[in-house]
């Protein structure tokens, strides 16, 4: 399946995960899939991963910037506040029981390229809390998918450089740089193929191997 591109605007990068919560139901995993390929998405790369305790651990410590250091807010987050909802300093309840539930399953990993990649993924995604993404926003994945404010079936960036961030720590081996220089004129102005059997858009010719 071909995805043509035109626009004269940079792409730009995100990284979206779905949640162990998704991943156990094959049909909700597969109807995320299905809206991020309809709201013309382009999948960079996708992988199935597992993270144990330890690793979940570092990546909110790290996504919570000052939070997991010194129990601040996020800079322009109300007071007790942070970007993942309630604060997650490393002594709080919600902070423990998000790194458990985090490493209760598999996930899956993607980096995906939109010309509005990070504001269009939060919102297709919908609000943190389930409860108000299913009476402001049933259509969204949290609206029509969410179960709890842990198990709310998808994260995303909040911001380009979280993406930088957060894409270097599930896909160490991907060189972003490298991608905006040498790929990302290709993959706006191009004609890409998409492979239902890789999950990823691709330049035709090129191989999944030669990407990283």
Not at 30 to 50: D, N, P, Q, S, T
Request: charge should be positive; proline fraction near 8%; hydrophobic fraction near 40%.
């Amino acid at each position: 399946m071909a995805a043509p591109r035109g626009g004269a605007r940079p792409l730009q990068l995100t990284l979206a995960l779905l949640k162990p919560d998704a991943v156990a139901h094959p049909l909700v995993r597969e109807a995320v899939h299905a809206a991020i390929l309809r709201h013309r998405f382009l999948i960079v790369r996708a992988k199935e991963l597992r993270c144990g305790p330890e690793q979940s651990r570092r990546f909110y410590r790290e996504h919570a910037g000052t939070c997991g250091a010194r129990g601040l807010p996020e800079r322009g987050a109300a007071p007790g506040r942070c970007r993942l909802g309630p604060c997650v300093s490393a002594g709080r309840f919600f902070y423990q029981r998000l790194v458990e539930f985090m490493a209760s399953g598999p996930m899956w990993a993607y980096i995906l390229a939109h010309e509005n990649a990070v504001p269009l993924w939060r919102s297709l995604m919908g609000p943190t809390k389930v409860f108000r993404a299913r009476h402001s926003d049933p259509d969204s994945i949290r609206g029509a998918y969410g179960l709890t404010d842990t198990r709310n079936t998808t994260h995303g960036s909040d911001s380009p450089a979280s993406a930088s961030r957060e894409i270097a720590f599930f896909f160490p081996e991907f060189d972003e740089r490298r991608w905006y220089e040498q790929d990302e004129p290709r993959w706006r102005r191009g004609q890409l193929l998409y492979s239902a059997e890789e999950r990823v858009h691709r330049v035709p010719g090129a191989r999944l191997a030669d990407l990283a």
